[in-house]
């Protein structure tokens, strides 16, 4: 296992993501406990000391089971991350409930990282509202108190939620945790984020290095292309390289669901291997290529904007849509759009096509968004 510095302790640079954990029956909420234990111990023999869960995770039954599966080894052998649930507007009011609950459930009289949950669209004002919520207030006082050692945040916002929570809170924020891969290095602003990230002096954790699996089992003709640069590294080795190669970056979360998987991780992370230029254009290509299929092609150049009627922020909307269709669904183009009136949604368009005549794209934007409101339903 390689490891990395961070404050005067080495974190091993592969975390226990406990947001996958095996289920019985396909059941999300029943974790299969005997097999997640079994895992925890083949993380622990592999050197891996970071674990994280949440509130929300397998339906609030992650945080118990991983608590007792580190139950079962000593305190100082292991650090272990959760997070406050802001994702969930009905939890905004319930900070001082939740966390000593959170202390219970995991078993701990400590947690050595926690995380204000998904800062995004949706909650950044709840977030930023410390007068009507005090959820800012009550974490920097639990860290004073020793039960908080180090304070973070989790961002699937964009970049102006991004300024906005590090503009407020920044100073007192040990490190992010970011929606972080090769395919997001540009579709999700990847590059950008970690850039605001390096100029507050803030290191980077890293959530969905495989996004939820797909960079895991690429199209043939991508997969040929990389193993002929590497030809002992596996398809999801790639991903991790990539990683390897940011200096930003200390921790790489891994949802791991098997045995196999985690192996094959372990396996991964006992040498750091990140990568040369070569490769890095080359993996850069495949991105663009994989990225480029089904999405439209907006280059964000704002002509439309001016000649739509509703004033809509296209490409912004275009963003979210290349997001949600790529991914399948999901729930990051709905969070952010539900940060918008409904008179700037994608139901919104008139189907005018006035914005169409100046898209230098040539881009059916009127077709476009009513697919994206279909898609959304």
């Known amino acids: 296992m390689i490891y990395r510095d961070f ?3 080495k974190l091993s640079a592969l975390g226990f993501g406990a947001m996958r954990l095996p289920v019985l029956d396909g059941d999300d909420s029943r974790i299969d406990e005997d097999a997640a234990l079994r895992m925890v111990d083949t993380a622990m023999q592999g050197g891996i000391n970071y674990y994280d869960t949440a509130w929300g995770y397998h339906g609030e039954n992650s945080e118990l089971v991983l608590g007792k599966a580190l139950a079962r080894y000593p305190r100082d052998s292991f650090y272990v991350a959760t997070k406050f649930p802001g994702y969930d507007a009905s939890n905004w009011g319930r900070v001082k409930e939740i966390f000593p609950r959170q ?12 995380l204000f949950h998904n800062v995004c669209e949706m909650n950044i004002d709840a977030y930023l509202d410390d007068e009507k919520y005090g959820i800012y207030s009550y974490l920097m006082e639990q860290k004073r108190q020793g039960r908080i050692r180090h304070l973070g945040f989790s961002c699937h916002g964009e970049m102006d939620v991004l300024r906005r929570f590090l503009e407020k809170y920044g100073k007192d924020m040990e490190f992010c945790q970011l929606q972080l891969n090769y395919l997001d290095w540009t579709f999700q602003h990847g590059r950008e984020k970690v850039e605001l990230l390096r100029q507050w002096g803030i290191p980077v954790w890293v959530m969905e290095p495989l ?7 690429l199209p043939q003709q991508h997969a040929e292309t990389l193993k002929a640069l590497r030809p002992d590294e596996e398809v999801p080795a790639w991903a991790f ?7 930003s970056v200390t921790m790489i979360l891994s949802g791991m669901s098997s045995e196999e998987q985690l192996e094959k991780n372990l396996a991964t992370f006992a040498e750091d291997k990140p990568l040369t230029d070569t490769e890095m254009k080359t993996l850069m290509d495949v991105a663009q290529r994989m990225l480029s299929l089904g999405t439209v092609p907006c280059t964000a150049c704002h002509y439309c904007i001016s000649h739509c009627p509703m004033g809509l922020d296209i490409p912004r909307l275009l963003a979210l849509y290349n997001e949600h269709v790529y991914t399948g669904g999901g729930f990051i183009a709905p969070m952010a759009l539900s940060a918008l009136d409904e008179n700037k949604q994608p139901q919104a368009c008139l189907q005018c096509r006035s914005c169409e005549q100046v898209c230098p794209q040539q881009i059916k934007i009127s077709e476009v968004l009513k697919d994206f409101s279909e898609k959304l339903g």
């Open 7 to 9: 404050e005067g302790m």
């Open 241 to 247: 390289r990539f990683l390897q190669s940011i200096p």
């Open 103 to 114: 202390l219970e459930k995991l078993g701990v009289a400590y947690f050595d990282f926690y």
């Open 211 to 217: 996004r939820g699996g797909r960079l895991a089992n």
